[in-house]
């Protein structure tokens, strides 16, 4: 009787730690499925099957395609991005006005640039020079980029207000000018670059933390980005981003759902 007493409670001591090994087999398992969907891996998986997805993408009303990883500077400035951090293959999605979408750690950034006529001050020659106007090609360059170009981006940004993770996108214009009569670049009061980090939620709660004056640059540069572009404008760029995301992930499990019947 004693025995089997004894044997019994070596037994139990084994089930709990034997439990405990197979719980934490488990934990790593479903851990390890999850990481799997992460918005990189799916972005990589369709770009790796992108002729299985092309049609239905293009549906939406974009023109697909593929930037590889690159190993010289590309042409636009805008994908400059990728070849500074040597991230890649990066999914582009151009709407039908020019602007790209790129995906690469889920949506990374939107880059866009348009070019119209408008009349310039000219930057004057003296110090007592008088003021000129000229109607100029006036081109605007447009970046919303994540900040950390290896996060998720954020459907909503809980961070406190005095951390850098609250200001978690940056956006850059470049602006130019050029003569109408014979193409060369101008110098133009208001041209130049313009760039702040805004939070995502609303693109009006902006800061720097570099430089001499950050205050001051980061108000400079919000007026001027603001003058092309608004807060609900920046907006709607980042959203609509993160709508065609989600549409991504969603196409990708329709299609893990079609080949698993």
Request: aromatic share 12%.
């Amino acid at each position: 009787m004693e025995k089997t007493i004894t044997e019994k409670s070596v037994h139990r001591k084994w089930i709990v730690p034997v439990l405990a090994v197979f719980l934490l087999m488990a934990v790593l398992i479903i851990w390890q499925c999850k990481k799997q969907e992460t918005e990189y891996f799916i972005i990589q998986a369709i770009i790796e099957e992108l002729p299985h997805y092309q049609s239905e993408i293009e549906s939406w009303g974009y023109e697909v395609s593929v930037l590889p990883k690159m190993t010289e500077e590309p042409d636009n400035a805008g994908l400059m991005r990728y070849y500074w951090k040597s991230a890649g293959p990066v999914l582009i999605l151009e709407d039908q006005c020019g602007g790209m979408y790129c995906f690469y750690v889920g949506f990374d950034q939107y880059i866009s640039e348009r070019t119209y006529i408008e009349n310039m001050m000219l930057l004057p020659a003296g110090q007592y020079a008088e003021k000129e106007y000229e109607d100029v090609l006036k081109t605007v360059r447009l970046q919303l980029r994540k900040r950390n170009i290896k996060q998720e981006p954020l459907f909503e940004n809980t961070a406190d207000a005095e951390s850098k993770d609250r200001y978690d996108v940056s956006v850059l214009i470049e602006i130019t000018a050029e003569s109408l009569e014979d193409g060369d670049e101008l110098s133009v009061v208001g041209g130049g670059f313009f760039e702040t980090n805004y939070c995502s939620n609303n693109f009006e709660e902006c800061r720097l933390w570099n430089g001499i004056d950050p205050a001051s640059a980061n108000s400079y540069s919000d007026r001027n980005i603001k003058q092309e572009y608004s807060a609900v404008q920046l907006l709607e760029y980042y959203r609509q981003g993160l709508e065609l995301q989600n549409r991504l992930v969603g196409l990708y499990h329709e299609r893990q759902e079609e080949d698993g019947r």
